[in-house]
């Protein structure tokens, strides 16, 4: 076993979460995707044992940690279920630009709820028409006196519905291309804001995902996030430091397979033996466990550098998250097809671990999107180098 060099605090974090996930997470989680029911229990069973705030500093009430403590739960709760493990991590992308460009009095206003797991948080960014173009926003933000008014409808926003706080990105001056989009807080019971229908989805079927819809929606001025024009670059920035938590998010689903397709092939005889004793099954496994652990130390790895303090971890964060979902897409499969048909049937947890693999493919910016920005970064190295 790769020896992590965990602190004590981090060893303590990844065993509350563990204990979490083997209690309450893997005991709930077939009815909670059968009955596609919110996992607030549980959530709150997190906030109880302080791993809400996790990456807020401890002046706004958090635990202090980084990138890393952050990725470290999340693993822990993805080996159980990623329907959980989302409704937990989109409170990090959805206070994310307060935490990194709001104003100490927005800091002071939010973060502690947040932190406290009092309140929970959303981020809403894509639309019907603006997907991996993030560029083609709509929804829009005009000043009226010390207001703004929200008119627009985001879509597939995880957490909707559930959340208190809501990052919005909407255009302020359309004239302006991306420079003219900015960032504003908004709270749920706001006259003019509602949610759309709950989408009915192939796998994380117990996390919310609806659309935020604003209809001449007013938020005081205080609201907005940095300044006007500030909107893409706060959400680049976001997305730079939340997609760790999505490649986190990937790693701990392809273990929670792993470690369920070994303890099957044990028990499983065929030909007078366990299947493990198969030598294309072992093979299997082992391709398993190494893409795994390979997953991981590049999490670790990056984790760790965004948490030291380096500036641009574009290029490093697009690699862990398309490198560790590609590896929890493929190890679900593969630990399905170790169960053979058994893994096809609901009854076992490998089905539902395939369903959930494809939307970390999918959010947070595709996997093709992810080999864009690596690729971009890579012309952009080249040419400095010349
Ligand atoms: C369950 C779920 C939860 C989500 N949660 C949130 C949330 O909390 N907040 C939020 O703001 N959004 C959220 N999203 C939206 C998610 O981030 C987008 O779905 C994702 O970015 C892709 O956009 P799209 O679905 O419109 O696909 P499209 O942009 O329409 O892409 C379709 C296909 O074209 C490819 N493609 C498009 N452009 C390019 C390109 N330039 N280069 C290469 N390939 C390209 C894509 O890779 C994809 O294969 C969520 C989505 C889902 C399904």
């Known amino acids: 076993m790769i020896d992590y060099a965990l602190t004590d605090d981090q060893v303590m974090i990844r065993d509350l979460a563990r204990k979490i996930t083997e209690e309450k997470i893997i005991p709930a989680r077939a009815e909670l995707d059968e009955q596609e029911v919110f996992p607030s229990d549980i959530l709150n069973i997190m906030a109880q044992s302080d791993l809400m705030g996790l990456y807020i500093p401890e002046e706004y009430g958090g635990f202090g940690g980084g990138v890393f403590e952050f990725c470290l739960a999340t693993e822990e709760f993805s080996k159980g279920c990623i329907g959980v493990s989302v409704s937990f991590a989109a409170n990090a992308l959805g206070s994310g630009p307060i935490l990194m460009f709001g104003s100490e009095e927005q800091k002071k206003k939010y973060l502690p709820d947040i932190a406290a797991g009092k309140k929970w948080a959303a981020f809403g960014l894509t639309e019907p028409n603006a997907g991996s173009d993030a560029g083609g926003v709509q929804t829009t933000a005009v000043l009226d006196g010390n207001e703004y008014v929200l008119n627009g409808t985001k879509q597939w926003i995880t957490n909707g519905?559930?959340?208190?706080?809501?990052?919005?990105?909407?255009?302020?001056?359309?004239?302006?291309?991306?420079?003219?989009?900015?960032?504003?807080?908004?709270?749920?019971?706001?006259?003019?804001?509602?949610?759309?229908?709950?989408?009915?989805?192939?796998?994380?079927?117990?996390?919310?995902?609806?659309?935020?819809?604003?209809?001449?929606?007013?938020?005081?001025?205080?609201?907005?996030?940095?300044?006007?024009?500030?909107?893409?670059?706060?959400?680049m920035k976001n997305l730079d430091k939340s997609r760790p938590g999505i490649a986190a998010q990937g790693v701990g689903l392809a273990q929670g397979a792993l470690d369920y397709a070994v303890k099957y092939s044990k028990e499983r005889q065929q030909f007078g033996k366990p299947i493990i004793a198969i030598q294309a099954v072992q093979f299997m496994l082992a391709d398993m466990a190494t893409q795994t652990e390979a997953a991981r130390a590049l999490l670790y790895s990056v984790a760790r550098s965004i948490d030291s303090g380096i500036k641009d971890y574009t290029k490093e964060s697009a690699m862990v998250k398309l490198f560790a979902t590609d590896v929890a897409m493929r190890v679900a499969v593969d630990a399905v097809q170790v169960m053979g048909g058994y893994g096809y049937m609901r009854e076992y947890p490998l089905e539902k671990m395939m369903r959930d693999a494809k939307i970390l493919q999918i959010y947070e910016g595709t996997n093709q999107i992810q080999r864009g920005v690596v690729g971009s970064k890579l012309v952009k190295e080249a040419i400095s180098r010349k």
């Open 161 to 235: 519905g559930e959340a208190d706080v809501y990052t919005v990105v909407a255009i302020t001056d359309k004239n302006k291309g991306s420079r003219g989009a900015s960032m504003f807080i908004v709270e749920k019971d706001t006259p003019g804001f509602s949610f759309g229908k709950k989408e009915k989805k192939m796998g994380i079927r117990c996390s919310a995902t609806r659309e935020l819809i604003f209809e001449d929606c007013r938020i005081p001025k205080e609201n907005l996030i940095g300044k006007e024009g500030m909107g893409f670059l706060i959400t």
